[in-house]
């Protein structure tokens, strides 16, 4: 695999961005009246506050998708490539927040939604009973939408406590390549406590369908991208994501590389090959991204479908 990148002398990639990361503004009626929802309800969308390029994408349609911040918008964990706030002690979580999700996910008629939260170390479970009473809200109000969980590196009972809720699917990222984690992630993370998770995720939950994301234009080789592919694909893996690391700040770790569309295709082709059930590898491409939620969600559906047709 080869990639002929966009960079200055001192190794970081031009700071203008290429054409194939331009994307029109979101707009449109459905785009217009989820927005107005999110405000109405008060909830907190990754889509909004990360800046996401798809969101126009995601937000219309029949099949409309969202990503849900809950827990606050503060995190105990600093990352490199992230623009989150970090504290040391944030605020409690709203205990009225799991009905209010699970309320306006109905509103909304969502066909698959997200949920997803900063890291709370501060708590005692790390957030994961405030996610799995966000879940059972959701399927009280929307039975219908399929439920995603991006979840931080929980192990242990935390991990059994988030399952016993039963997502349709788990996520958790690795983000970026095992040499380049103690230098983008927090010292509190790992691509092996990352890996241990999506891993746990089935020990609690054996039908879970499990996914992970990596960034790439961070600094990686093509063998260490290779080998991260690997090593989530024998970890059980079924669906990733691979898209261009972006900057959210002058403050954050810079850009190495533009990685090409071409490129992309050949890391897609990649984790074919692997073995993973759907990849969505693209310059745009995010954790969350609605062409992987359509097809997880046909998948989550089969398996409902095929459930209640084996019941007595």
């Known amino acids: 695999m080869s990639d002929t990148p966009t960079t200055h002398p001192n190794g970081n990639a031009s700071e203008r961005k290429p054409s194939w990361l331009k994307v029109p503004l979101p707009g449109g009626e459905a785009y217009s009246k989820l927005k107005s929802l999110t405000r109405d309800k008060k909830l907190n969308t ?30 105990t964990r600093n990352c490199r490539f992230c623009a989150v706030k970090t504290v040391t002690q944030a605020a409690p979580p709203d205990p009225e927040e799991p009905l209010h999700v699970g309320q306006a996910v109905g509103e909304m008629n969502l066909g698959y939604v997200v949920i997803t939260s900063v890291d709370r170390d501060d708590l005692t479970d790390g957030g994961a009973g405030h996610y799995a009473d966000c879940i059972t809200a959701i399927r009280e ?15 242990g009972t935390n991990m059994e406590t988030l399952m016993l ?41 054996p039908d879970v369908f499990t996914k992970s994301s990596l960034m790439v234009g961070i600094g990686e080789t093509e063998d260490e991208i290779g080998e991260a592919l690997t090593m989530l694909r024998d970890a059980g893996v079924d669906f990733l994501t691979v898209g261009q690391y972006l900057r959210p700040t002058p403050n954050h770790a810079p ?50 479908a095929q459930s209640q047709a084996q019941k007595p």
């Open 46 to 75: 990754v889509c909004e506050e990360a800046r996401c390029p798809n969101i126009g994408e995601c937000w219309k349609g029949d099949h409309a998708t969202m990503t849900i911040m809950v827990l606050g918008a503060d995190c």
């Open 141 to 155: 109000h929307s039975p219908r939408t399929v439920v995603e969980t991006l979840i931080p590196d929980y192990a």
């Open 165 to 205: 809720s039963a997502p349709d699917v788990l996520a958790h990222n690795v983000e970026v390549v095992p040499r380049l984690q103690r230098r983008m992630r927090d010292p509190r993370c790992s691509f092996e406590r990352s890996v241990q998770t999506l891993v746990d995720a089935k020990k609690y939950q």
């Open 255 to 304: 850009v190495k590389r533009w990685v090409t569309p071409e490129q992309f295709q050949a890391y897609e082709a990649l984790g074919r090959d692997l073995g993973f059930a759907y990849v969505a590898s693209g310059p745009l491409v995010r954790s969350s991204y609605k062409a992987g939620e359509f097809f997880a969600a046909r998948l989550v559906r089969e398996r409902r």
